[in-house]
């Protein structure tokens, strides 16, 4: 393998992917998934049979979102980590305008949406929902990487309510799950709340089938990574020669997603002047989905300094939206 020297000179991406590929096991990052591609296959991930997570997380913002905005103290100002492109979110911006109008007499503008995403694809997309179905609502989103700074944030007037749901939080292992959190409260006022959105445990063979969809969606959505880089760091990742690769592990209580080599081979990265070798069945690891339960998400969030509210879940207790208090 060989590295290119002037590596401390990357940056962001470059940085990582380089770092990545370099070290074993073989790793990238999650936010490569959600190019243009990736945000279409995430979202034909969500309406898969199979990915019960964001329909059980639907049905209980249908159950309970006035519940919850009128918990969090009717906060006029939405902001929604992750947004995507902000489809759930309808029913908590309908909940809090519903709220507002009993309260005000329904004054313009009264609830102001801002939906914070790295993929500017997808937030494109949300603005045009919220703008077309919900007119009444201010949009002002943010192409942003929360990852690294909440710092705009604290600068927002008035009282607000985060939305971290669907189960984005998932992704992180459970210290970094506790330091984004509390980072997060640290941009927070007095009277903000968060509406974390998590994934719970549940029988294996659900969450196998939830990652490894019967239609290859999945699948297609972990390979897309690689046809990124491919297009973005002039590589030549060969499609056919990596698979798809689902596991659960039952010592973190988190399903993994990797990119297995059918064959040892070699792939050139030409932008990054590195050439990575695979053995035959080595993978790259590219997702992690933590799956709580309740004591693992008190952990979590005591340990960033949120006290749980409350919390609403679904009949089979899949899927758990906790509302927290800085
Ligand atoms: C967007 C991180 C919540 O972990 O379930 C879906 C991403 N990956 N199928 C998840 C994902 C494969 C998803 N999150």
Redesign the pocket.
Known sequence: MSVNSAALLLEGDAREVLHGLSTRPKKLP?RL?YDAAGSAL?EQ?TELPE?Y?TSTEQGIFERHALAMVAAAGGASTIVEL?AGTAKKTMLVLRASLDLHRRHNNGSRHDVTFIPVDVSSFALGLANDRVRSELPQVAVHPLVMDYTHSFAPLSQLPGAKLILYI???I??FEPMAASALLRRLRSSLNPGDSLLLGV?MRKPVDVLLR??DDSEGV?AR??LNILTRINREFEADFDLSAFEHCVRWSERHSR?E?HLRSRVAQSVRVAALDLTVDFDEGETIHT?N?YKFTPSMLEAVTFNAGFAIEQSWSDERNWFTVTLLRA
Do not use: H, L, R
């Open positions: 999650v998934f995430f991930i990915y997570v992750g669907g189960s984005s998932g992704n994934d939830a990652y999945t959505f972990n399903i997603m997702e989905s």
